[in-house]
């Protein structure tokens, strides 16, 4: 997985800054929910079908609802600050309570958390 889908890194003197898209991280959660790209290994080779028939199996792999959560506490883990843009998208389902649950993880450990249209 790609983490600057939705979280972007950078450092200023020597804090480590995460921004974190609410919008993106949540077009990420929404396609994990559906399972939307997600790959299935093709079937196994028959004896009458040939290796070389037909065009290869597309590779998407969309990560789960859980991996997606779990790249956002590893970054979490080592930032000093979280800029959290888009915030109006953590309303509504269990997306913006989960998202919540870590950020106040993050703050409770002596993280800042800044907010930002």
Known sequence: MNRRDFLTLRTSGEQRIVELSCER???RYADARAGVGRWQPPPPIGATQQAWEGEPPTEIRTPTTEELFDTLERELA???VLK?????WLTGDEFGPAVEARVA???DRGGRVEFNP
């Open 78 to 80: 080592g930032a000093d």
């Open 105 to 107: 993880v993050f703050r």
């Open 84 to 88: 959290v843009l888009d915030a109006d």
């Open 25 to 27: 991280f949540y077009m």
